[in-house]
């Protein structure tokens, strides 16, 4: 057993974050403090803190007493205010809710060592169109905006001279379980499987004929916080970027009728909906799904990101990163994805999160 490690995991209940808090408690020389707007209870090696990181002299007050920290994981996402304000309108806050928690942290801590930044695939303009690919750390930048480009000038311009260090890591789909985040795509469509067989629909696949066969990745939430340890922990990953995901690669028309068999129900052809426009008036018919399976009482808004399933099923492009300089740099763990959504699918029916 090393020294013992204090982490700060900011962004803690979110689909990333508590899946890194999850793998640094089986490490018993961690200990970690969470940071969210959400309040959240205590477990032995952890504390939480309900803090405003877009607020600097909350972030500052309730931050100054983390003088052992040795690690910040930095996960956190505040998505913009409706989604007519457009994705400009990110950058500002998503920029500042970093500037706040390493400032306050940095100026509290002199035990700091690494600061683990997550960013994702949208560095590469996957959210733009086509882009090239497989996408590799070195590809030089698209025009902006883009959130990542301050967060990462930010912080390599912060860091410099100073005793710590840090690493980016660029994920793609997190696939987890973290009821209330924005960014789920897992349970909204295990909602959606499970709405359509009630009213006795096929599974139908509701995104772009083309983002049916086009390639496509993720990265499971538990595989990347083994990344995110791994980063944290791996002196040469000091100052690198790195792509993170599954590890392979999928077509949803491949794994479609697989999710389908997962929920014992027929698989249909593509139907090309908006699951936010149709899918928001079934609060009703959730809760009488609930009484009648017996189900987690978890609220119909709180288990599903409509939004971020319109936004993954709309993708009618190649989304590909290469993970050829993770594996270089010692990170060798490989997920199956078409294996992970069907097992993901059997344990959410499992723990009557669905029926």
């Given at each position: 057993?090393?020294?013992?490690?204090?982490?700060?995991?900011?962004g803690?209940?979110?689909?990333?974050?508590?899946?890194?808090?999850?793998?640094?408690l089986?490490?018993?020389?961690?200990s970690?403090?969470g940071?969210?707007?959400r309040?959240?209870g205590?477990?032995?090696?952890?504390?939480?803190?309900s803090v405003d990181?877009l607020?600097?002299?909350?972030?500052?007050?309730?931050?100054a007493?983390?003088?052992e920290?040795?690690?910040?994981?930095?996960a956190a996402?505040?998505?913009?205010?409706g989604?007519?304000?457009?994705?400009a309108?990110?950058?500002?806050?998503?920029?500042?809710?970093l500037v706040?928690?390493v400032?306050a942290?940095?100026?509290?801590?002199s035990?700091?060592?690494?600061?683990?930044?997550?960013?994702g695939?949208?560095y590469?303009?996957?959210?733009?169109?086509?882009?090239?690919?497989?996408?590799?750390?070195?590809?030089?930048?698209h025009?902006?905006?883009n959130?990542?480009?301050?967060q990462?000038?930010w912080?390599?311009?912060?860091q410099?001279g100073?005793r710590?260090?840090?690493v980016?890591l660029?994920?793609?789909?997190?696939?987890?379980?973290?009821?209330?985040?924005p960014?789920s795509?897992?349970?909204?469509i295990?909602?959606?499987?499970?709405i359509?067989?009630?009213l006795g629909?096929p599974?139908?696949f509701?995104g772009?004929?083309?983002?049916?066969?086009?390639?496509?990745q993720?990265?499971?939430s538990?595989?990347?916080?083994n990344?995110?340890?791994w980063?944290?922990?791996?002196?040469r990953?000091?100052?690198?970027?790195?792509?993170i995901?599954?590890?392979?690669?999928f077509?949803?028309?491949?794994?479609?009728p697989k999710l389908?068999?997962?929920?014992?129900?027929?698989?249909?052809?593509?139907q090309t909906?908006?699951?936010?426009?149709?899918?928001?008036d079934?609060a009703p018919?959730?809760?009488v799904?609930?009484?009648?399976?017996?189900?987690?009482p978890?609220a119909?808004?709180?288990?599903?990101a409509?939004?971020?399933?319109d936004?993954?099923?709309?993708?009618d492009?190649?989304v590909?990163s290469d993970?050829?300089?993770?594996r270089r740099?010692?990170?060798h763990?490989v997920v199956?994805?078409?294996?992970?959504?069907?097992?993901?699918m059997r344990?959410?029916?499992?723990e009557?999160?669905v029926p």
């Amino acid at each position: 057993m090393g020294e013992h490690k204090e982490a700060v995991v900011v962004g803690a209940l979110g689909v990333i974050g508590r899946y890194i808090v999850e793998r640094l408690l089986r490490q018993d020389d961690w200990s970690v403090i969470g940071l969210s707007r959400r309040a959240a209870g205590a477990v032995p090696r952890y504390r939480h803190i309900s803090v405003d990181l877009l607020d600097r002299e909350d972030a500052a007050a309730k931050l100054a007493g983390l003088t052992e920290a040795t690690h910040v994981f930095y996960a956190a996402f505040q998505p913009a205010a409706g989604a007519a304000a457009g994705y400009a309108s990110n950058i500002a806050p998503n920029r500042d809710m970093l500037v706040n928690a390493v400032t306050a942290i940095d100026s509290a801590s002199s035990a700091l060592r690494r600061v683990v930044l997550v960013t994702g695939t949208k560095y590469y303009g996957s959210h733009f169109g086509p882009f090239k690919t497989p996408a590799r750390e070195s590809d030089p930048r698209h025009m902006g905006p883009n959130y990542y480009f301050e967060q990462i000038d930010w912080l390599a311009a912060f860091q410099r001279g100073k005793r710590w260090d840090w690493v980016e890591l660029r994920p793609q789909t997190l696939c987890g379980f973290a009821p209330g985040t924005p960014m789920s795509l897992a349970p909204a469509i295990a909602v959606y499987a499970a709405i359509s067989k009630e009213l006795g629909l096929p599974l139908r696949f509701p995104g772009k004929p083309g983002a049916y066969t086009s390639i496509y990745q993720v990265t499971e939430s538990a595989h990347f916080a083994n990344a995110a340890l791994w980063a944290a922990s791996t002196p040469r990953c000091g100052l690198e970027a790195f792509n993170i995901t599954n590890g392979d690669y999928f077509r949803w028309k491949n794994l479609w009728p697989k999710l389908a068999a997962a929920f014992d129900m027929p698989a249909g052809d593509v139907q090309t909906i908006s699951l936010t426009a149709h899918m928001i008036d079934n609060a009703p018919l959730w809760r009488v799904m609930r009484e009648r399976y017996g189900l987690k009482p978890y609220a119909y808004d709180e288990l599903v990101a409509w939004p971020f399933a319109d936004y993954v099923f709309s993708c009618d492009w190649d989304v590909m990163s290469d993970v050829t300089k993770s594996r270089r740099f010692g990170f060798h763990d490989v997920v199956d994805s078409e294996e992970m959504f069907v097992r993901l699918m059997r344990e959410f029916r499992a723990e009557r999160i669905v029926p």
